[in-house]
T-cell receptor
Framework: AQSVTQLDSQVPVFEEAPVELRCNYSSSVSVYLFWYVQYPNQGLQLLLKYLSGSTLVKGINGFEAEFNKSQTSFHLRKPSVHISDTAEYFCAVSERDGTYKYIFGTGTRLKVLA | GAGVSQSPSNKVTEKGKDVELRCDPISGHTALYWYRQSLGQGLEFLIYFQGNSAPDKSGLPSDRFSAERTGGSVSTLTIQRTQQEDSAVYLC??????????FGDGTRLSIL
């Protein structure tokens, strides 16, 4: 069955430090992969996506993610975070089986400390 | 172009009343999703419309919840006989097949 796991519910990190938010998925078919960010009292915004091609994907605000098919992972990274990166981050997959139904992870709350 | 629009942005109602939440997707998007997000929680999938296919209603929490999508465009989520546990932000998103979802800002529903 299709599922997405974000093991870290909260990640505190100091400003200018690097961060990695973990995402693992399970699926019996090929998938598209996405990371979304949600700032307080707002809807979700797309950070980056993997549809095909290079496994290292760069997104907005200096974020990047790497698709690892063997480990079924799509971890999100940023080399140096800012206070403004404090938000909720959601990983999502969409199966390439014609339905394209999305499954979201439970989210990781990133808190950047001064 | 215009993004996904949801209305109302806020809705306060009394327990037991019916409510209707509206979603205007991006023009041409074939897929439309409804999610529920309780305070500090992740996204709870509710229902998924894909083109002319029968909707995937597997996420609807009870028979008090229903949704329709007219003409492949606007969608309405209806909650009958609202309960306090229905209080949440209801998010709508639309997409093309396999493409990223575009989210509205949500409707914040408060049941008194």
């Amino acid at each position: 069955a299709q599922s997405v796991t974000q093991l870290d519910s909260q990640v505190p990190v100091f400003e200018e430090a690097p961060v990695e938010l973990r995402c693992n998925y399970s699926s019996s078919v090929s998938v598209y992969l996405f990371w979304y960010v949600q700032y307080p009292n707002q809807g979700l915004q797309l950070l980056l996506k993997y549809l095909s091609g290079s496994t290292l994907v760069k997104g907005i605000n200096g974020f990047e993610a790497e698709f690892n098919k063997s480990q079924t992972s799509f971890h999100l990274r940023k080399p140096s975070v800012h206070i403004s990166d404090t938000a909720e981050y959601f990983c999502a997959v969409s199966e390439r089986d014609g339905t394209y139904k999305y499954i979201f992870g439970t989210g990781t709350r990133l808190k950047v400390l001064a | 172009g215009a993004g996904v629009s949801q209305s109302p942005s806020n809705k306060v109602t009394e327990k037991g009343k019916d409510v209707e939440l509206r979603c205007d997707p991006i023009s041409g998007h074939t897929a439309l999703y409804w999610y529920r997000q309780s305070l500090g929680q992740g996204l709870e999938f509710l229902i998924y419309f894909q083109g002319n296919s029968a909707p995937d209603k597997s996420g609807l929490p009870s028979d008090r919840f229903s949704a329709e999508r007219t003409g492949g465009s606007v969608s309405t989520l209806t909650i009958q006989r609202t309960q306090q546990e229905d209080s949440a932000v209801y998010l709508c998103a639309s997409s093309l097949d396999g493409e990223p979802q575009h989210f509205g800002d949500g409707t914040r529903l408060s049941i008194l």
